[in-house]
DNA sequence: CCTTGTGTTGAGTTGTGCTCACCAATCCGC
DNA sequence: GCGGATTGGTGAGCACAACTCAACACAAGG
């Protein structure tokens, strides 16, 4: 929050020491990130972290102010990891429909991949009374989901999107619209040995990314089928 | 939970009795809901519920087992009451798109009514690592969000949509994209003493409404203005 | 008046986030 | 190497909130 979460690598004066250091901060994010993907936040203890890599529960506060700037600093260093090279990846595909399908794509993969850190991350967005907004982890989110509407910007200036609509619309549409899919497809992950979990399908990420590509770009209103298969690949 | 929320009017036998017990409830629960939207679930104690009616915390136990099940009564209470008459309401609309309209509408003018609620029950419907699922509250959210996928099938069926998406996708859009719009509309009555207040947006539902409705049914492929403005009136 | 019911109390208990004074070990100039 | 200083680590304990329980108040009915 008050300090950048960016302390991986600095000046080392004394090498030992300072290894030392990190080698715990990463320890306590793992144990964390373990705990808390596996029980979620408020399920899981202080001290079972603590426990998980054998340290005493005071330990944590030595690293880390609160158990929820912990949970930031998880999400923050999760969320570095994966969308790190959008980007660059971004200017591979020729037209914004194929970069807008490409993004959701690849955060419908985000989510099979990594259910339920994405179900700690949905929650956070969506809750507003903490300390979440103007956080670091905000901004990282904000920066992501940028891409979106940059994405729709240019397809609007290309003359590929009509332009009297907002382009922070598609971006809600998309990744509220996506978090609701993927609650019913995290439960089969929260509640592993309910029947819930039985029933609770499979997320079919090829399949949704073209639906909701193909929703978002023609409508549902109804059109001839060849417009639907080409979409000026 | 297992009780019926609905306890407000029923038959009394022994007036004296039942009616003291149901006013103590509806003390509770109105109380309940006024702390939790004024300061969230987590920031409301259940010693500050009892205090604002004049009793010992103790008490609230004995007419609710824990604090998250009067939670969950509240917000079933509230939700009984705003979504009561849509069908009948929706049946006065001739056209699926203008029922879409309406309901998206509706939603929108909840969120902006309601912020404080509605912020608790998004963070319900997101987080499935707890009661929620499955709980009759549960129950009537599936049972709203029916009506906008009963209207978008009935709108497949009757030829005014395309019939090779699935109706759930479109409800997934629209109240996870619309969550997602209300969060920066809920910033400004979560911390209203902060700057983020002051340069949140205000909730222009009828423009919301109009651009969300025509986005889901139109699209974003460009399109003469013609088709956009009449809209099969 | 006593009994019975239920509403109400206030003093617990438990569990968890978090703190702090103190111990241990490692590092550094000498 | 060695004493002081700095950092890593401990465990006891605090604060506070959800939740419990034995006892009390008190109206209604015999």
Redesign the pocket.
């Known amino acids: 929050m008050a300090t950048p979460h960016r302390i991986a690598i600095a000046r080392r004066?004394?090498p030992?020491?300072r290894s030392?250091?990190e080698l715990?901060v990463e320890q306590i994010l793992q144990a964390a990130r373990d705990l808390f993907g596996a029980q979620g936040y408020?399920a899981?203890?202080?001290?079972q972290i603590?426990a998980q890599i054998?340290?005493?529960?005071?330990?944590?506060?030595?690293y880390f102010?609160?158990?929820?700037a912990l949970l930031l600093q998880v999400l923050g260093y999760w969320y570095d990891d994966m969308f790190g090279d959008y980007t660059r990846e971004l200017a591979y595909f020729p037209t914004a429909r194929k970069r807008l399908h490409y993004l959701i794509w690849r955060h419908l993969c985000t989510v099979r991949d990594y259910p339920r850190l994405c179900g700690l991350m949905f929650r956070e967005v969506l809750s507003a009374d903490n300390d979440y907004r103007g956080s670091p982890l905000h901004a990282m989110n904000k920066r992501y989901t940028q891409l979106l509407v940059d994405t729709v910007e240019t397809g609007m200036r290309g003359g590929e999107f009509r332009t009297d609509l907002p382009p922070r619309l598609v971006r809600s549409l998309v990744y509220g619209g996506i978090e609701h899919e993927a609650s019913r497809y995290l439960a089969r992950y929260i509640a592993p040995h309910q029947q819930a979990a039985a029933d609770a399908p499979a997320l079919d990420v090829g399949l949704l990314a073209d639906q909701i590509t193909n929703l978002l770009c023609d409508g549902l209103g109804p059109r001839p089928a060849a417009e639907l298969t080409e979409t000026r690949a």
Chains 1, 2 share one sequence.
């Open positions: 004066r004394t030992a020491t030392r250091r715990r408020d899981t203890t202080t001290a603590a054998g340290v005493v529960e005071g330990l944590i506060y030595k102010p609160t158990k929820r």
